[in-house]
């Protein structure tokens, strides 16, 4: 069986509290039915792939953010957020190499 993501559950209590929601706000707009979108919310429930996308993209939140916990909750993600220290250095060394070549 398949662990249910507790933090996903979690990010998503928050978000549709954030935005002044009900649950059965949540369900009439995206016609879901209430029993599926709680057990989503209380963590009874694993939610496909595409359901995590459309109900990101109906809170405004990144994907990311709200199907991993990776990255900003909202705006243009870093993309060098998975790199280690090191490995950030060194890209941003190399970003920095490739700006002296191609100015402007």
Known sequence: MVQVDEKRAERLMAVRRERGLS???VC??????????SNY???HRNMKLATARRLAK???VNYEWFNDG???MRGKPDVLY???PEG?????EHIDD???IYPG
Not at 28 to 37: D, E, M, V
Not at 88 to 92: E, G, I, S, V, Y
């Open 70 to 72: 990776i990255g900003p």
């Open 23 to 25: 649950r059965q706000d």
């Open 28 to 37: 009439k707009a995206l016609n879901l039915r209430y029993s599926t979108y």
């Open 41 to 43: 919310e209380d963590a």
């Open 88 to 92: 950030r250095r060194k890209a941003l």
């Open 58 to 60: 109906f809170f405004g």
């Open 98 to 100: 490739l700006r002296k």
């Open 82 to 84: 998975g790199l280690n």
